[in-house]
């Protein structure tokens, strides 16, 4: 699961933007990310692999990829970075997010996990008020309230079943809101590939760092195991393949859809999670899990209603 950054990059958006182009980009993206969440549960579920290894490995190819694809379609200058050490902790926060979310969805069903998650805006709407000091109106502040407490439906019957674990969510939550706090306070002057590939950088030395510590400590979930047979490796690569293929996906479309019009878009994800979750693993939710859903979304929508209203007034 990986929300979309939106409202988050100050980045303004010129009226002639191919908007429906963005949109498909957006709806392309939204499908890919639950497949890759799917298959990173079924290796750690059905063959045992870590899901911090397989965060590990997701910054890995990532990193790989983003080296290539610079070096062909920019050239040496997109290797250089102006914010580089930002980059590398934001990829620090997003490599705790992973594995956080990673370790949840190998416990709980991947469409409570998801939903939990997908509070991260609406906590950064509340951390820009309380730390940054930014004005916000009531309905907005409002509704990331009515969000969380959506997300407190969601957990408490899975906590009744899974304990603790149906924390973890909230708390990737929270890594992936603070990243995209660092984001919007301060915005990179870099390409965006550039900023991944430094972020990737980042995420393979915090995954490589949760590894060895986990390993040591004796936790089967971060332990540094490759799996041996070469085909689930092969697997393990895919994901990080699919996680790099997303965010190119929501780069893009961002670059040519205003971020208030792409958000209502991103709960394609949820109905995606769902059907996936069924159909693999055999999950569906509760009605109290439903109904927590439901505030979810219909706060996150209300939010992107009042910031694309903004986004007309401030343009008009």
Known sequence: MRPAEFNVSGVSRSAGAPVMRGIGLMVAAMALAPAMDTLSKYLSVEHGVAPAFIVFVQFAVQTTLLFVIIGVWIGPSGLRSTRWALNMVRGVLV???????????KYMPLVDASAIVFIAPMIVLLLSWLLLGETLGWRRIAASIVGFGGALMVIQPSYELFGPISLLPLAAASFFALYLILTRKFTADDHPFTMQLYAGIGGIIASGLILTVGG??????????PPAAMSVFALVIAVGAMATAAHLLITTALSLAPASVLAPFQYVQLVCVTLLGLAVFGEFPGLVQWIGIAIIVAAGLFVAARERQADHTAGG
Not at 95 to 105: D, N, Y
Not at 216 to 225: E, M, P, Q, T, V
């Open 95 to 105: 490599a705790f997010a992973g594995t956080l979310f990673l370790v949840a969805i």
């Open 216 to 225: 040591a400590l004796g936790g089967s979930d971060f332990s540094f195991a």
